[in-house]
């Protein structure tokens, strides 16, 4: 079955920069589409980022010009580099994967910006 399992998460100071990964497993990785997600507290869910399986790649307008989606199909793996942290950046971020009708998320992994 298709597993996306998301890591890098934490505390992280305002002005600070994480790395998130999301491995994927049990799917043809490089033919889907993949994003970032991001969840806060009493709020929808919203796109970060996304990906497409040819590599064009789209971001939310609060993270623009701070954030940076990539993806290594080698190694089954999404990543958003996130730089500039706000505390409105404070939210369990998800990792999905996306084709046609199919669409998989991760179980999240939660970022916190607060100094």
């Known amino acids: 079955q298709v597993q996306l399992v998301e890591t890098g998460g934490g505390l992280v100071q305002p002005g600070g920069s994480l790395r998130l990964s999301c491995a994927a497993s049990g799917m043809s990785f490089s033919i889907y589409a993949m994003g970032w997600y991001r969840q806060a507290p009493g709020k929808e869910r919203e796109l970060v980022a996304s990906i497409t399986s040819g590599g064009g790649t789209n971001y939310a307008d609060n993270v623009k010009g701070r954030a940076t989606i990539s993806r290594d199909n080698a190694k089954n793996t999404v990543y958003l580099q996130m730089n500039s942290l706000k505390a409105e950046d404070t939210a369990v971020y998800y990792c999905?994967?996306?084709?046609?009708?199919?669409?998989?998320w991760g179980q999240g992994t939660q970022v916190t910006v607060s100094s």
């Open positions: 999905n994967a996306k084709r046609a009708m199919h669409a998989y």
